[in-house]
Nanobody, 115 residues
Framework: QVQLVESGGGLVQAGGSLRLSCEVS????????IGWYRQVPSRSRELVAR???????IFVDDVRGRFAIFKDNTKNSVDLQMDNLKIEDTAVYYC?????????WGRGTQVTVSS
């Protein structure tokens, strides 16, 4: 059974940085199939970063140039580096498959960006 555990969130001022980590336990075909979502209250989860079928990073427009996504095969994790954070990046961040049947959702990690 695959388990996803997100960590690394916190409170940061606008312009600051955070690095989130998604630790994957259980067997999955490849870390390439893990992406990052975020969710704010009363809205559906938004996929913000993922890997293409060729392993290239893909981002939504709102975060492109500020976020980066990394695979760490030694830790079996997928990290999301977030720089130049904006207030509108405030959300709970989750990791999971970007398409197809998702794994069980983790608890997410809260990111709060203050002015």
């Amino acid at each position: 059974q695959v388990q996803l555990v997100e960590s690394g969130g916190g409170l940061v001022q606008a312009g600051g940085s955070l690095r989130l980590s998604c630790e994957v336990s259980g067997n999955i075909p490849s870390l390439d199939e893990i992406g990052w979502y975020r969710q704010v209250p009363s809205r559906s989860r938004e996929l913000v970063a993922r890997f293409s079928i060729l392993g290239d990073p893909i981002f939504v427009d709102d975060v492109r140039g500020r976020f980066a996504i990394f695979k760490d095969n030694t830790k079996n994790s997928v990290d999301l580096q977030m720089d130049n954070l904006k207030i509108e990046d405030t959300a709970v961040y989750y990791c999971n498959r970007p398409s197809g049947r998702t794994y069980a959702w983790g608890r997410g990690t809260q990111v709060t960006v203050s002015s």
